[in-house]
């Protein structure tokens, strides 16, 4: 199969790459700003004519979740006009396509873990709307489509919370870190694996929803903890109320992704302690 992958210079997008030799029966071509604009319907057609492409991963998003607040329009570009290019690509070209979400899509006040039919009316913010925007306007594209809902990515690439803890730790003795938020760290590599194993297993009848972050609860506090212990990095972490650490974007409380459903085809789901022992090995080998 050849694969195009949008975003590829992203945390997924990179993230796959470095799978991709795992994958040996699929030739994978990874796009990015500037030379492929996901809202460019001609560009991205020429690309799928000119490589014979047989499916679509999009992992091109706008994730800068505060700066949405005060750029709604831009956002909405990207996450909502670019993905409606791809399915309108997808459907005249007969193209299986994989859609990546996010738990922003929910209100953030649930107390067990979220499952794919649970109500998304009250999405968090500019990032949350644009993201369920395009959820719903994939379901009804008239395509075969799969949607992963993800949460907390992070990996050795780019910019992302476990890097911020290790880049903070470096001149500070002391860090505050938000408790009182609830989630599922995941670990891009173990994402991007998942992703080719359900494109693996025929997508076809429309559109599908899965969840899916690494197995196990924790809060960013004790993500931190983790992180400082595994690297031995001798530092006080400070538990932080939300409201201690105001943000332009409200956060979900709680975003615990139920993963029954991608478990179910298959699907391996690692404990989150024993992906981020992995993700740090790869950032000390780097």
């Known amino acids: 199969m050849n694969i195009l992958v949008t975003g590829g210079n992203g945390q997924l997008g990179r993230s796959l790459s470095k799978i991709s030799n795992k994958f040996p ?63 309108r690509i997808c459907k005249k070209y007969d193209l299986k396509f994989i859609h990546i979400s996010t738990d922003y899509v929910f209100d953030g006040e649930s107390n067990v873990p979220l499952l794919e039919t649970d109500s998304c009316d009250n999405p ?21 489509s799969v949607i992963i ?10 910019n992302n919370f476990l890097k911020t803890m ?16 609830i989630g599922s760290p995941t670990y891009a590599p173990d994402l991007a694996c998942a992703i080719i194993n359900i494109l693996d297993l025929g997508i076809k009848n429309g559109c599908e929803l899965y969840h899916y972050s690494n197995e196990g609860i924790c809060s960013w506090y004790d993500f ?29 409380k709680y975003s615990v992704l139920d993963k ?9 789901v690692p404990y989150w302690k024993i992906s981020l022992k992995t993700c740090l090995n790869e950032l000390n080998k780097q």
Not at 36 to 51: A, F, L
Not at 166 to 181: K, S, T
């Open 124 to 144: 968090i913010g500019v990032y949350g709307q644009t993201k369920r925007d395009a959820e719903e306007m994939i379901a009804l594209a008239g395509i075969d």
């Open 260 to 268: 029954s459903k991608i478990k179910a085809l298959g699907i391996q």
């Open 166 to 181: 290790l880049r903070l730790a470096q001149d500070r003795n002391e860090i505050g870190v938000i408790f009182d938020q």
């Open 224 to 252: 931190a903890k983790e992180i400082f212990d595994i690297s031995n990095i001798d530092i006080e972490v400070k538990p932080l109320h939300t409201y201690e650490y105001l943000t332009p974007a409200k956060r979900p």
């Open 25 to 87: 029966n699929h030739k994978f071509f990874f796009t990015d700003l500037p030379e492929s604009d996901i809202t460019k319907e001609e560009t991205i057609s020429e690309i799928v004519k000119k490589n014979d492409i047989n499916a679509i991963i999009n992992c091109a998003a706008y994730t800068a979740v505060d700066k949405a607040e005060s750029e709604p329009d831009i956002a909405r570009q990207v996450n909502v006009i670019g993905p409606r290019v791809l399915a």
């Open 149 to 158: 809902r993800t949460a907390w990515l992070y990996s050795e690439f780019g």
